[in-house]
């Protein structure tokens, strides 16, 4: 039962990070018909039961993710990539999933910003960032935003999509 849903699973993540490396976009042609298919799916394999776990998937994926993409450090193709995960695995899993997601996107993040020389200005954007919140209360920062050009920014995908593959190896 479980490669039902890791192979569907492993495909569009391959994909979706491919996508995000090569063009910074993860495309609604992808996710939306993944999504939808895991919703089906899961109806399919655990009847109404399954339906309301994939659908509690994408709640609890928009409720954790929701907030970044209106701060915008997170895109919306990201947000519906997890949401999409979480239609097919379901909340326990999910939370599991994002949270990996998290340590994932810190670990690339961090090595990225090695790579790129950019430690000491991340480190510095984090904390006008912190700071900025602590002034003004959560609201988007003015300048480290994705709509920034200039912003250090990194593709998501592939961390989305190791925390997913960790969760499958926990569950």
Known sequence: MRSAILWPTLVALGIAC????????????LVLPYL??????DCYLFGWSGLS????GIALAMLICGPFCYLRGMG???????????????????????????????????????????????????????????RNGIRPHDSIVLDNPNAFKIPYAPAI???????????
């Open 53 to 56: 776990s994939g659908l509690q």
């Open 161 to 171: 999509a190791l925390g997913t593959l960790v969760s499958f190896l926990a569950f």
């Open 36 to 41: 939808l298919s895991g919703l089906a799916a």
């Open 76 to 134: 919306m193709g990201d947000l519906k990539l997890c949401a999409a995960v979480g239609a097919w695995i379901g909340p326990r899993q999910l939370a599991f999933a994002l949270v990996m997601t998290f340590v994932s996107g810190a670990l690339i993040g961090i090595a990225w910003a090695i790579g790129t020389r950019s430690l000491s200005r991340s480190l510095s954007n984090t904390g006008d960032l912190l700071l900025g919140f602590a």
């Open 18 to 29: 491919y996508s995000d490396i090569r063009s910074r976009r993860i495309p609604n042609l």
